[in-house]
């Protein structure tokens, strides 16, 4: 199974998130199988992106979105957080403050997007301005109906700039969220993560699975693709996530520059360095 393809929204293509298995395994005989993978693209990752930084030519932009407790933290902290911080930034998009309200709602996201030779990872994005705006109607529909215009023009910038994009949707069910809910009330060390608001979200599961799939459907071209990653196995999330991130790493083979010092110098220099010992 090519997991790049398997699970990327084709351009112009229909969701129906409904239909999609959230507790898939396949084609993992078992977890073990699907964690050897994990940790083996976790260190591909690693050293693609440390020739990404070193090169400084091209950028990755990892958009994640996903609904309450899908496990966007554990995705960064166990796949993504290998990476090799200098060129790494993760950046979270909250409530707007005063401040970017009274701007575009891109004007916040624009300086977080990834420099060359740097990864930048989104936890929630501008897709915000599309799905809880949409939901909440927090600006009129043909104020947020226009957007999925301006993300798409907004993405080929970045694209014709030397920047991949990657964008996951973790897809968990609500029964697991619940069972994720619990487990924040049951440890102590979760309960900086308990909101009641999260609950109230979940009487709108269906107009958000509505704003999603729109989104798939409008904002998925081949320079920026949708990826919709079932979530309730994380082990199952990690695997998958970890190998198109390690695929696409690849196609953008970075490369480490050419050295232009004279090495027999360096190494004549060196021995002298060492004699004077």
């Not at 699907?34 to 990892?62: D, P």
């Not at 964008?167 to 909101?195: A, C, M, V």
């Not at 989104?215 to 970890?242: G, L, M, Q, T």
């Not at 196609?251 to 060196?270: G, K, N, S, W």
Request: glycine content about 4%.
């Amino acid at each position: 199974m090519d997991l790049y393809d398997e699970y990327r929204v084709k351009p112009d293509g229909k969701v129906q998130l409904k239909d999609i298995e959230p507790r898939e395994d396949k084609p993992f005989k078992d977890r073990e199988e699907a964690e050897q993978l994990t940790a083996e693209n976790v260190e591909a990752i690693r050293q693609l992106q440390y020739r990404m930084f070193v090169e400084g030519k091209q950028s990755l932009l990892i958009v994640l979105q996903a609904p309450d407790a899908a496990g966007k933290d554990g995705l960064i902290r166990r796949v993504l957080g290998k990476m090799n911080p200098q060129g790494c930034r993760v950046h979270s998009f909250k409530k707007p403050t005063e401040l970017e309200l009274a701007h575009d709602f891109l004007w916040r996201v624009h300086p977080c997007v990834p420099a060359r030779g740097q990864v930048s990872i989104f936890n929630r994005s501008h897709y915000e301005d599309v799905l809880i705006v949409r939901v909440h109607d927090l600006v009129p529909k043909s104020v947020w109906n226009e957007r999925y215009d301006l993300i798409n023009s907004f993405e080929s910038l970045l694209a014709s700039a030397g920047t991949r994009i990657l964008k996951f949707y973790l897809h968990i069910s609500p029964e697991e969220q619940l069972e994720r809910f619990k487990e924040r009330l049951d440890l102590p060390e979760k309960h900086w993560k308990l909101n009641a608001a999260d609950y109230h979200e979940r009487d709108r599961w269906d107009d958000y699975r509505e704003a999603y799939q729109t989104a798939f459907e409008k904002c998925s071209p081949k320079h920026a693709p949708w990826f919709v990653i079932p979530a309730d196995r994380k082990w199952y999330r990690n695997a998958v996530v970890s190998q198109i991130v390690c695929k696409t790493l690849e196609e953008m083979d970075p490369q480490l520059p050419p050295v232009t010092e004279d090495l027999a110098e360096i190494r004549r220099l060196y021995g002298m360095a060492e004699g004077e010992d």
